[in-house]
């Protein structure tokens, strides 16, 4: 079973405030974007791109059971958004749907990145981290009404 949010987003806040330099913060998490695997040419497809920012940035969302878990994807022609935008899926990839919805990200203010950021990007990752929300709440919602056993929605 994978971490928890609240671990997963401990652990990173601790390792990123051993890094004193803010340069040095932004340079580890852009080094842990380019170790990532590599995003398929097939996902990067328009429905696909989140909207609202000049270098495009695709997000791929999918559902795996067992257990119900989402899965989150990135990729981006800027490398720095690219870095941001992995670090939220990272904190949320294999995560229930629950947790993905009742949990916010507050690394990045926390670790003082977000400041590193143009406002446009800022409001990216936020856009971001309103689709995995998104995704999540959806596929809550199909695994509520999919379940007999759960009670029927008042009318």
Known sequence: MPPDFES????????????????????WVVDQARQRTPFPAAWRTPERL??????????????ETPPPHCRFAVDSD?????????LICDLYDGLSPDQVVSHEPDVLH??????QL????????????A????????????????DPASPPSAA
């Open 131 to 146: 689709v995995l929300r998104d995704f999540a709440q959806a596929q809550a919602q199909a695994q509520t009404s999919a």
């Open 110 to 115: 926390r670790a003082g990145l977000l400041t």
């Open 50 to 63: 989140v909207p609202g920012c000049a270098a495009r940035l695709w997000l791929h969302a999918w559902f």
């Open 78 to 86: 800027s490398a720095i958004l690219k870095a941001f935008a992995a």
């Open 8 to 27: 997963r987003q401990t652990a990173l806040v601790n390792h990123l405030g051993a890094l004193r330099d803010p340069q040095q913060r932004l340079a």
């Open 118 to 129: 143009t406002e446009n990007r800022q409001r990216t990752i936020l856009r971001v981290r």
